[in-house]
């Protein structure tokens, strides 16, 4: 059985939230108030109000405000700011490294911040491609057209791939278009639209089908 693993990056293969996220969210938050006229309390509610409703901000910003996502995506991430704040871990990498089947990445980030996420942390050679938000025309998950951009693009039958995210929004799609899920949580439960739940990348090696994969 071949399979064709698509990863999330951010809080899936290494962790953002420790200080790249706080980061991006410090600057959206001075892009909004700067070119909306927003007070910081405004401008924050209107960021977190667009990031949950469309999976990012700058699918929010770009259908109500008419921004220009090229623009904003090169002032909320510069690599210049955010590649201090990157968290280096190995074990991502190693992984990647021993887990059989092809191996893609489909992101809500911009290119350059991807793939230099993934050069950082080593794992870049694993992959055979990477998909930044350009390269989906800035359509964000958990919107399916994301998904499908890359199942076409890559010929791939969706039922022989399996989506590894942190995100249940983004899984819940994925299950619809027929891919196997995993789910990267500390949370004890399994929503329905989780066929597999583990803590972090490592457990990847311990799922139960990884032999037929071998075979």
Same mark, same amino acid.
């Given at each position: ?77 510069? +690599? ?6 990157? #968290?280096?871990? /190995? ?5 990647? =490294? !021993?887990?059989? %089947? ?53 010929? +791939? ?6 989506? #590894?995210?942190? /995100? ?5 799609? =994925? !299950?619809?278009? %027929? ?37």
């Amino acid at each position: 059985m071949h399979l064709t693993w698509i990863f999330d990056l951010d809080n899936t293969l290494h962790n953002a939230s420790h200080g790249v996220f706080p980061r991006i969210n410090q600057l959206m938050l001075g892009y909004i108030m700067r070119h909306l006229g927003l007070d910081a309390d405004s401008a924050n509610a209107l960021r977190q109000y667009y990031y949950q409703h469309y999976g990012a901000t700058l699918r929010g910003m770009a259908l109500h405000h008419h921004v220009d996502p090229a623009t904003f995506l090169e002032e909320t991430h510069p +690599l210049s700011a955010l590649e201090p704040e990157l #968290v280096i871990q /190995s074990e991502s990498a190693r992984v990647l =490294a !021993r887990l059989p %089947g092809r191996k893609l990445m489909l992101s809500n980030g911009p290119q350059a911040y991807i793939e230099r996420v993934a050069q950082r942390m080593g794992f870049e050679r694993h992959f055979e491609d990477m998909y930044g938000i350009e390269r989906v025309n800035y359509i964000t998950k958990p919107d399916a057209r994301a998904f499908l951009r890359v199942l076409g693009q890559e010929k +791939l039958d969706p039922r022989r791939c399996v989506m #590894v995210e942190d /995100s249940l929004d983004n899984l819940r799609t =994925a !299950r619809k278009l %027929g891919m196997k899920t995993v789910w990267i949580s500390s949370e004890t439960r399994r929503p329905s639209c989780v066929d597999y739940r583990i803590r972090d990348v490592s457990e990847l090696l311990r799922l139960p089908f990884l032999p037929l994969c071998r075979s």
